[in-house]
């Protein structure tokens, strides 16, 4: 027998919207739980991403909609999180391949992509990360394991090394400290395939890969090789970075793989004795992209950062609080949400109208 207070909550909650998809947490089934006792309502909201950008808010709505039915007393929001493969996951295991790439290089392309996986990987998500910058591989540095060695499992594949709760591959764990690497094209394409398919990456929710700048070998191997679901552009504000961060957007556009947003690095700069504020290389410059092209945000230059990637612990885990550190951790939760959107839009119309509630 059905239970009025029930059904009356689950009314409520089909009145709640997801913030970025526009449609109810009922039908796209992100409802995992719904029960009420003595008044007070539990709700358990399965987000579509441990690293979603607007839980409080809809924290909050789920509470103001469950808490207008008459009878409820008190609500219970908990929540879990399941990010969903698209119908064809980009390698066994892994649902996302998120590229990490710029125009130029000295943009901080790397320190992005690093603080990406981190902050991802400290909000819950599964998270590998490559280095795919054969030429100028810093990630094994950066994650405070310059020194180790890749090995091969019992499979004989390459076994992923393990820092701050990401898997990563950086040719700097291959090949000698400090030894040039002299690859044409063909060795950079067998690399890349080798980091791709021969690495044990296990279940990742997100596989992030830091590309070597530019438009050259690398990405055209990796767009061939694996399903992308979307590419990141680093730059910096000032024209000679957007210029060529313009040349990498339309690489991608032409290997049909969407940009799924922008972040400006080096933003601005904040005075730590006086607290005034500098646009050191014109701030907001990203804009000139393209409305079509979402901000994911802007990174101020902090020192913290350059000195947190020389320590190897990635900024956004080493001073979270930080100015520089809390955009990082915004950006990867922005970029979560946009994966998101695009998995869920690709879907929604094979969801169910209706959950069944346990």
Known sequence: M????????????????DPELHRDLVSLGMIERAEVSGGVAAVKVNLTTPA??????????????????????????????????????????????????????????SSVAVNIAAALARDGAKVGLLDADVYGPSVAHMMGQGAAKVTANAERKMQPIEAHGVRFISMANLSPAGQALVWRGPMLHSAVQQFLKDAAWGDLDYLIVDLPPGTGDVQ???????????????????DVALIDAARAIDMFRKASVPVLGIVENMSYFVAPDTGLTYDLFGRGGSRKLGA?????GEVPIDIEVRQDADAGVPAVLAHPDSAAAAALIQI???LAGQVSVRSLAQSLADLPDQLTVV
């Not at 924290?59 to 879990?80: L, W």
């Not at 999180?81 to 130029?104: D, E, I, T």
């Not at 992308?228 to 680093?234: C, F, H, L, Y």
């Not at 079509?292 to 994911?296: F, K, R, T």
Request: some cysteine.
């Open 52 to 109: 979603c950008p607007l839980k409080g808010k809809i924290e909050g709505d789920v509470r103001e909609a469950v808490m207008a039915v008459p009878g409820i007393t008190d609500v219970v929001v908990t929540f879990g999180a399941m990010v969903r493969a698209p119908a064809q996951p980009a390698l066994p295991g892994v649902k996302h391949v998120l590229l990490v790439g710029s125009g130029k290089g000295g943009v901080g392309k």
């Open 2 to 17: 059905r239970d009025p207070a029930l059904d009356a909550v689950m009314d409520a909650l089909k009145t709640v919207n």
């Open 332 to 334: 990867a939760r922005n």
């Open 220 to 238: 055209l191997s990796l767009t061939q090789t694996v399903q992308v679901t979307g590419a990141v552009i680093v730059t910096t504000p000032q």
């Open 292 to 296: 079509e092209h979402l901000l994911l």
